[in-house]
């Protein structure tokens, strides 16, 4: 059975980092998507970003393309949100997801996906 973990949240400053992971266990990633999603106060989830882990395609929403940026380390079944020039609206919890991979491209609703991992934190704050 597939299970998948998020984690790295935390609390940063305006114009910091952070990196969220996502670390599959029980399949491996190879023919998969994964996918980052956040959710805000009061707010519906949204997708951030998607990454085709067979062929590494990429996909960003425009809020935060150009600071954040999805990679995968297929050897350790893992896939990294990296988070740059965090701003105060970014704060929200992040969660990621996987799917057996499809042709449907980019895959950035929440529907879409089979495999959710918990929630992590991210609250950008002065």
């Known amino acids: 059975q597939v299970h998948v973990v998020g984690s790295g949240g935390g609390s940063v400053q305006p114009g910091g980092s952070l990196r969220l992971s996502c670390a599959q266990s029980g399949g491996t990633l190879d023919y998969y998507t994964v996918g980052w999603f956040r959710q805000a106060p009061g707010k519906e989830r949204e997708g951030v970003s998607c990454i085709s882990i067979n062929d590494g395609m990429t996909y960003y929403s425009d809020s935060v393309k150009g600071r954040f940026t999805i990679s995968r380390d297929i050897g350790k079944n893992t896939v990294y949100l990296q988070m740059n020039s965090l701003k105060p609206e970014d704060t929200a919890v992040y969660f990621c997801?996987?799917?057996?991979?499809?042709?449907?491209?980019?895959?950035?609703?929440?529907?879409?996906?089979?495999?959710w991992g918990q929630g992590t934190q991210v609250t950008v704050s002065s």
């Open positions: 997801a996987s799917t057996p991979w499809s042709n449907d491209w980019p895959l950035m609703y929440s529907y879409a996906y089979h495999n």
